[in-house]
């Protein structure tokens, strides 16, 4: 690659790589994997960087990467084990002062992680990445109707979940 290219693509990389580790944690809602999801797209969109005039929004294919290499990553058998209650999670430092939303976050993330894995990708390209249905049902491999019956029931299951907060006495 020549040094223009690589400038542009680390430039790219460097403007754009908290909101793809927020996207892939959103996802995943791991931030080590959430490291390892954005390093994958990240090389692949590498290899295609001298291609990328032809790329209509360079953006929306890597979280189309971003998203296949999650679904991809889901698929795998490891994947399939579940570390047991021992296991903390990982948070990422705090930067901001109490009015970043804090509880906010640690909520959205608790009722995230209670969602299947197809309800949470359609919700966080959906509402997250602010994708269209099209653009979530080709990110995704899906149809559009599935797409939208996804994102209504993921939404569904996210009111329960509030629903039964607010009756133990979570309000906001």
């Known amino acids: 690659m020549r040094a223009a290219d690589e400038s542009g693509y680390r430039e790219f990389v460097v403007a754009r790589m908290s909101a793809l580790r ?68 990982t948070t990422e430092p705090a930067t901001g002062g109490p009015e970043d939303g804090v509880t906010d976050r640690i909520t959205l993330g608790a009722y995230l992680d209670s969602l299947d894995r197809r309800h949470r990708a359609v919700l966080v390209l959906r509402f997250y990445c602010d994708m269209s249905v099209r653009e979530t049902a080709e990110v995704l491999g899906l149809s559009i109707g599935t797409v939208k019956s996804q994102t209504s029931r993921g939404l569904e299951a996210l009111r329960a979940l509030t629903a039964d907060q607010s009756l133990t006495g979570w309000e906001r």
């Open 22 to 89: 927020r996207t892939a944690y959103l996802l995943c809602r791991d931030w080590h994997a959430a490291d390892d999801l954005v390093a994958m797209a990240l090389d692949k969109l590498y290899r295609r960087w001298p291609r990328r005039a032809e790329i209509d929004d360079l953006d929306a294919y890597v979280r189309a990467i971003l998203t296949r290499a999650w679904v991809d990553e889901t698929r795998r058998p490891w994947r399939r084990e579940h570390a047991d209650g021992n296991v903390t999670a």
